[in-house]
């Protein structure tokens, strides 16, 4: 059964181009991004740097209004529309796992205070020494000791304090985390570690993941299904063996052959030299609402109509692998 499905989900934001702020520009952040997730599932969203994921997730949470689409949560309420008690109690289910755990881990807090923030101020604050005694449990968790509650997030390294994040958002026992780029600021041989300590939280409690990557391979390991997303859109989505052993979209398999050492994902200077205003070596966002396909600039299978008309979602291979692409069958 589906825990959550988001469909069509868009977001925009206003181009502030300092001096030359223009009114009436927008960066196309996220351009009808439709996917589900089921109880139990991991479900890998991976692209590379601002194609729009964290944008998607912070939507999820409602950080971010959408400025249009669904988010459909179990019981069939559309979280883009709750308010006030409704909207409190889908956020103590659903938990975002920050990308940047020293941004976000507030130095003049104790871990306690850091665990405890949200849960303070909802529904099931249980009281302190209750939840002193649920932060020092969740804390053993993750990996790290219930003594640690007094000590503040700058006495710990990147790879504790991405513990506490973890412990932070299971202290709610929400049923979905989001997890985004949880490991991408770690050392390689600290990322396995907290990759770990994820699969026995998933074991354990039989939660729902959103685990956000922009290292396919690291995301094919980890997650039940993958969704890749270009510039806003989702390309592709299949079951994560299926995807690794056999993507049809051009730019999945740029990615694998990116990560496997062969071609480069970025060409030189980025995305956006030329029509759309050469932001060359900006993140590779859409400034302009795209007809066509939204890989046509750079896809070397690319022909007339990829650039005119946008090819829609299609069945490709076993049940549950769409992509969309014109030419993805040949
Ligand atoms: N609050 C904001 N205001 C203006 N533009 C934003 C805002 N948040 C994101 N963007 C822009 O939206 C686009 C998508 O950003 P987003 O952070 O969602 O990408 P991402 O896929 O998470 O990238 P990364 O892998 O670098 O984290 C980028 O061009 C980004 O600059
Ligand atoms: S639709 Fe055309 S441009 Fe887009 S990925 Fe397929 S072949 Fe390439
Ligand atoms: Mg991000």
Known sequence: MALITVE?????FNL?????????RYVYAVNGVSFSIAEHETYGLVGESGCGKTTTARMLVRFYESDAGSIRYRDGIDAAKLRG???KRYRERVKYVFQDPARSLDPRMSVYEVLTSGYRWSSSWPGHSTARREA???????GLSGED???????FSGGQRQRISIARGLLMKPELLICDEVVSALDVSIQGQILNLLLDIKERRGLSFLFIAHDLKAAS???????????GELVEEAAAEDLYLKARHPYTKLLFRAVSGGAAPVPEGGLQGGPEGGLRGEVK???????????AERCPLAEERCRREKPEFRAAGPAAHRVRC?????
């Open 149 to 155: 509650l007094e000590r503040r997030p700058a006495e």
């Open 8 to 12: 069509n989900l868009k977001k925009r």
């Open 221 to 231: 390991w980890f997650c039940d299904r993958i969704g890749v997303m270009y510039r």
């Open 16 to 24: 502030e181009a300092g001096f030359f702020a223009a009114a009436g």
């Open 326 to 330: 014109f030419r993805a069958g040949e």
């Open 285 to 295: 966002t859409a400034l302009a609402e795209i007809p066509g396909c939204a890989f």
């Open 136 to 142: 020092a449990a969740i804390l053993e968790e993750t």
């Open 85 to 87: 008690a409704a909207l």
